[in-house]
Every structure is written in C-alpha cells, then in structure tokens.
C-alpha cells in the first residue's frame, strides 16, 4: 500500500508479462504471424482483459472463427464487440475497450511483428533498459557484469554469510571503488549487527550510499523490471530439500536472463535442484531455470519472493 512506479516502470512490468504469459498462448492463432503490429496488439489488448487462452475456448466462438483464416479478419471488429459483459457496471468501459480495439484492429501497423518487439510501446522504446530482455549495461547476452565473490573463503563465518557476499557483489557493481571484495562488506555488516538480519544488510549498503529496501513480495516481474533498468536483484531461496519439500535460507544474486531462465551469481556454488545440494562450488554466472526459482524463490506464491530491490 502506497508503492508507486513509474509510467515506464509499469510498461516493462507489462511487457514482460505479456512475453511471459500471453503471446506463448496467442501464437497458437493460425493467423498470428500474418497479423501486423497493430493487428496483435488489438489482440492482446483482448486477451489481457479475457485470457490468454481464449482462443478456440467455451463461449468465444466468434472471435475463434474470425480469426482463424485471414477471410475471417473482416468480421474481427465486430466480433470483439460481443464481449462486453452486458448488464454489468462495467459494460460502458468494456464497450469502449471494445471499440478502441477494433479501431486499432483496422489500423495500418506495418509488417508482421516479431513476438518479443509486438508490445514495446514508443514511450518504453525511448527510456534507457525499456525492453525486459535487454538489460544496457551488459556484457552482452543480458547479463550484467557483476563481479562474483564466493562466501566460502570470508574471514569469518563463511557458511551463513551468503546475505552479506550477495549484497557484497551488489555493492561492487553499483559502486566498484567502494570495496576491494567481500571481506571489506563483512567487516561493515558485523560492525552494525548480524549478517542474517536485513535491517542490518539495508543499514551496511547505506553506509556506502546505496539506498535499499528490503521486500517479501517480489516476483518474477519484479527481477524482469530490475533486469531491465540494469539493476541485479539479491533474492533469498529455499536452498535445502527437493522441490515441494524446500526449507533453509541462502542469498545469491539474479544478473540477468537466458531464454525464460535466469543468470545468478551464487556465493556457495551452483546447486542441484532435484536434491537440494551443491555438487559444484564454482557459482559465478550459473543459469538457474525458471522452474528451480520457482520452487524455491516463490514458494509460497507468485508474489512471494524475498528480495532486496536498489
């Protein structure tokens, strides 16, 4: 409550929940890739209100048979304009959706539209890092460079503080003069409070004037939005057990993307995920697929992430 984005912030959230979620789905069209930008952006318009899988579903026949052979593509507009929720309080609204949806529909938009450049509003196309898989400060491939520290030679507590070489990697991309490596960062941690305790975390990245806040409820938009304006995202995973039976806490730091999955630099190594341990010390720029984060990132929901957001 009383979070704010920005507007461009708001449109790389969309976008990469329409790459995500809606146009895998939309493909399937047999017309899709003929449509041109316009076409498929009326398209999803529709399917972000009614669903991604509408297509060929219970009660959207017409709009189905529309759009099923380009002969069909003149009876679009007029098939929109039957899914209005009719009686309700939003039948005005829903009305002129409808409308503006048509009009875009009948709109000149150019050639067929590549999937992942569909969306990309003129706004978002001119702000720096607007497009979720192409990250402006990298070293190619969507991955920023962040410098890796490994948790495992710290001068003290080297097995529980993975939070303090996380947010250590954090810090030296942000700011590399600030710290050699990642003893210099313990050494502030330990000097405030324990490196397991995110206030205290928080309180070490401002004393080198970073400003960080701590969240419990991030999702795999929040690290596509990050991602996208260059900033790497520090989550806390369940790192023990197999998937549906996660437990224990570990930090690593998410870098970038790799198809739907994610680089991340890992302090302790690069983990198994069917059994929950680490065969491999060597964490530095391992993927970590989007259904190992899921099982042990969002366990408890979409939006249940542990993460610290700069």
């Not at 002129?96 to 000149?108: H, P, S």
């Not at 990250?135 to 962040?146: E, Q």
């Not at 050699?180 to 313990?186: E, F, M």
Request: glycine residues 12%; charged residues 20%.
């Amino acid at each position: 409550m009383g979070d704010k984005i920005t507007r461009a912030d708001a449109e790389n959230l969309m976008i990469a929940q329409l790459k995500r979620e809606f146009i895998p789905s939309l493909q399937r069209i047999p017309t899709w890739k003929q449509m041109n930008l316009n076409q498929q952006g009326a398209i999803m318009s529709f399917a972000y209100n009614l669903g991604a899988a509408f297509y060929g579903g219970e009660n959207f026949e017409t709009i189905t048979r529309a759009l099923k052979t380009t002969a069909g593509w003149k009876d679009v507009p007029r098939a929109l304009t039957l899914y209005v929720n009719p009686g309700s309080s939003v039948e005005a609204g829903l009305r002129r959706r409808r409308a503006a949806e048509g009009k875009l529909w009948g709109t000149a938009g150019g050639s067929a539209a590549t999937p992942a450049k569909a969306t990309a509003p003129a706004s978002a196309k001119s702000s720096p890092g607007a497009d979720a898989s192409a990250p402006a400060p990298s070293s190619g491939g969507g991955v920023l460079n962040v410098p890796y520290f490994s948790q495992r030679d710290n001068y003290r507590d080297a097995s529980r503080t993975c939070f303090s070489s996380t947010n250590a990697m954090l810090l030296k991309f942000l700011k590399p003069g600030a710290i050699k490596g990642d003893d210099d960062y313990v050494r502030t941690v330990f000097s405030i409070g324990d490196t397991t305790i995110h206030g205290v975390q928080i309180a070490a990245l401002a004393k080198y004037g970073v400003s960080a806040r701590s969240s419990t409820g991030c999702s795999f938009s929040t690290l596509d939005s990050q991602l996208a304006k260059g900033k790497p995202v520090p989550i806390g995973i369940n790192h023990k057990g197999p998937p549906g039976r996660t437990y224990g806490g570990h930090w690593l730091i998410v870098i970038g993307k790799s198809g739907k999955n994610y680089v991340v630099n890992d302090p302790w190594g690069k983990i198994d995920n069917a059994s929950g341990t680490y065969p491999s010390t060597n964490g530095n720029r391992q993927v970590y697929t989007y259904e190992t984060l899921k099982a042990r990132w969002t366990v408890e929901g979409p939006s249940s992430g542990w993460c610290i957001l700069v």
